[in-house]
């Protein structure tokens, strides 16, 4: 069975820090890989998207950058963290092909900049 | 990419049953209509998807419109477990649209 790890869980930065949050998935290959951010009481934004490896598409400028070094990793990286960045942020993957495949979470990374 | 239209909230007495609306007007021959659910302080979780029937599974289900434009999600009784912001997207079938964009939802309250 397929299963998303994400990590990590919980963290505290201080602004202008730097930022890596690390997402893999197991028991599938090719999949599309995503990353969401979902401020406090908002709705879920889609950050970056990816259908394979090195192949990122970014749906918002913005102070991060993502990377997808292995079929299967997708990174979410940011140099400077600014206080805007805080949130929850999380990796989904679905299989590649018709739109009747599922998407699934990770349990997402809670991040608060200070 | 395809839109769809939902309730900010609604909200529900405890083993009732739940009516969720979608509209998706320009929705295409070919997009799946899918509903996800997330409890607060967790990542969305799938409930359930159709093309164009009527679908059921232990957890709701998906009445479609004959004419696709829109849909509803069926919370046959709920229960304070199903209190959570309920999602509406459409996944296109034809394997180039892979941007999955979530709009608002719609936050259920279920009342004791």
């Known amino acids: 069975s397929q299963t998303i790890h994400q990590w990590p869980a919980t963290l505290v930065q201080p602004v202008g820090s730097p930022l890596s949050l690390e997402c893999t998935v197991e028991?599938?290959?090719?999949?599309?890989l995503y990353w969401y951010r979902q401020a406090a009481g908002r709705g879920l934004q889609l950050l970056f998207y990816?259908?394979?490896?090195?192949?990122i598409s970014s749906e918002v400028p913005q102070n991060l950058s993502a990377s997808r070094p292995q079929d299967r990793q997708f990174i979410l990286s940011s140099k400077k963290l600014l206080l805007s960045d805080s949130g929850f942020y999380l990796c989904?993957?679905?299989?590649?092909?018709?739109?009747?495949?599922?998407?699934?979470f990770g349990a997402g990374s809670r991040l608060t900049v200070l | 990419d395809a839109k769809t239209t939902q309730p900010n909230s609604m909200e529900s007495n405890e083993e009732e049953p739940v009516h969720l609306p979608c509209n998706h007007s320009?929705?295409?021959?070919?997009?799946?209509i899918h509903w996800y659910r997330q409890l607060p302080s967790q990542g969305p979780e799938y409930v359930i998807h159709?093309?164009?029937s009527n679908v059921n599974n232990r957890m709701a289900s998906l009445a479609i419109a004959e004419d696709r434009k829109s849909s509803t999600l069926i919370l046959h009784r709920a229960t304070l477990r199903d209190a959570a912001v309920y999602y509406c997207?459409?996944?296109?079938?034809?394997?180039?649209?892979?941007?999955?964009?979530f709009g608002k939802g719609t936050l259920l309250t279920v009342n004791p």
């Open positions: 320009t929705i295409s021959g070919t997009d799946y």
């Open positions: 997207i459409l996944l296109y079938s034809g394997g180039s649209n892979y941007k999955l964009t």
């Open positions: 989904a993957w679905a299989p590649a092909g018709t739109g009747a495949n599922v998407l699934t």
């Open positions: 028991g599938t290959s090719n999949p599309n």
């Open positions: 159709g093309l164009t």
């Open positions: 990816s259908i394979g490896i090195g192949q």
